[in-house]
Every structure is written in structure tokens, then in C-alpha cells.
């Protein structure tokens, strides 16, 4: 019988914490060997924002570099992890009637290989990364989290990538040591309360929550993956917050993991 898996979704950050070794990596490592070791992951990154739904159906999905002005090592990072056109298939079924395209012009980017690098340094477990579609409101997100459950009892692991508070405008640059924000502790206190109140409504509908999630959300790219995350929970399942911390004043670095 296979292991229920849990979903877990991750607040991934700077792209620099796929070399670096800190709290929120180490976290990313402890949910790693904590959990039945999945079949294969299926990430739902806010990189792979666009225009339509698709899912990677590469044999070996490259690693994507999406991002510039960083150190030569990063740039140097590789995660050779297998694809699976298995699964691929298999979340095509799962989000029928909806048109999803088996996808081999995208790979794996930064939201998802910088946080596997840690999770499962040894990229031997099958990866697949689902579109979001920038044309859809939010419970459009929420309800394929919904549609994509049966996956938990089938052994694999659903990763939502993004950042609960994720505001760039705001970020500290360069400055070391910033307190976060005020908007940004109560936006992410918010959250957290009605997570572990199983109150999803509010959550899916985020802009009703006020100035402090207009700020917290500047875009929805960063925020959408917790969607598909809060979709897969069973009544019951309990919530944790594995990975802690706000990095720059204005990224959330919570991780969320449901089961």
C-alpha cells in the first residue's frame, strides 16, 4: 500500500539559497527525510507563469536558469532529475476536461530546482512541473489543487513553490538583518490562522483581506501556488509550518506542509 503523501508548499526566495546553506535550506532538507520518499514530484512553480496550462513532458526536463545578475556558480547549478511522461499523462487526466498541453519547451525553473536541490540532493525521483495559468482567478487555482488530490494516495508529492508575502518593490536590497515589514507579519499571521482554522474561503478570495494582502501579494505569481497546496488537504489532515522567517522586509520564507 502506498504512503498518503503530504503537500507541501515552499516559500523558495532568493534564487541564491540553491547554494547556499542556512535555516530556510535546512528546512527544505528536513521535509526531505521526514516524508515517505515520494514516486515522483509534481512542482507547481510561480515561474512557469503563463498564458495557458501545461505540463512538462520531458524525458529529462533541463535545469532553467530563469533569472540574471547573479554569481557564476549559481548559473553553474545543474538538477539532473528524470521527468515522467507517466505523470505527465496522469495530471492531464486528473485536470480533464480542461485543456493541458504535454509541454517539452519548458524544464525545471529556479521555484523548483532550488528548493529539490535540498529536499532531494540526489535528483533520482521523477519531476514534473505544472503551468499556472495567469489568465485565471484565484479558485480557478484552488479547485485543480482540489482536482489533483488522488495524486497524495498514488505517491506523489505536490510542491507549491512561491512566497505567502512577496513584495519586490519593498525588498531591502543588499541590507542584512532587515525586520520584516508590519504588513507583512500580519498578512502572514492572517494566513496562518486561517490555515489552521481550515477557513479556505478568505484564503482563495485574498484580496478581500485588505491593504496588508494587496501589499503582502503584489502579484498573484507568488501566491497562487499556495492555492493548488490548500486544494489537496483532506478534513482531518493536520497543518505545520516546517520552514520560518521573512527575508528582506518583504519575502515570506513559510512553508506550509498539509498531512
Known sequence: MTDLMPAIFVGHGNPMNAIAQNAYTAGWAAIGTSIPRPRGVLAVSAHWYIAGCGVTANAVPPTIHDFGGFPKELYAVQYPAPG????????????????????????????????????????????????????QPPPFHYELGKRLAPLREEGILVVG?????????????????????????????????????????????????GRDALLSVSTPDHYLPLLYTLGLRRQGDPIDFPVEGVDGGSVSMLAVRIG
Open 84 to 135: 515522467s511522461l507517466e505523470l505527465a499523462r496522469r495530471v492531464k487526466e486528473l485536470l480533464s476536461p480542461l485543456e493541458v498541453t504535454l509541454d517539452e519547451s519548458w524544464g525545471l525553473d529556479h521555484g523548483t530546482w532550488s528548493v529539490l536541490t535540498h529536499m532531494f540532493p540526489r535528483a533520482d525521483i521523477p519531476v514534473v512541473q505544472l503551468a499556472i495559468d495567469e489568465r
Open 161 to 209: 513553490s512561491g512566497n505567502l508575502v512577496h513584495n519586490l518593490h519593498s525588498y531591502a536590497w543588499g541590507r542584512d538583518g532587515v525586520n520584516a515589514y508590519d504588513w507583512a507579519v500580519r498578512f502572514e499571521q492572517r494566513v496562518r490562522e486561517l490555515l489552521l482554522a481550515g477557513d479556505d474561503a478568505p484564503l482563495v478570495t485574498y484580496e478581500g483581506l
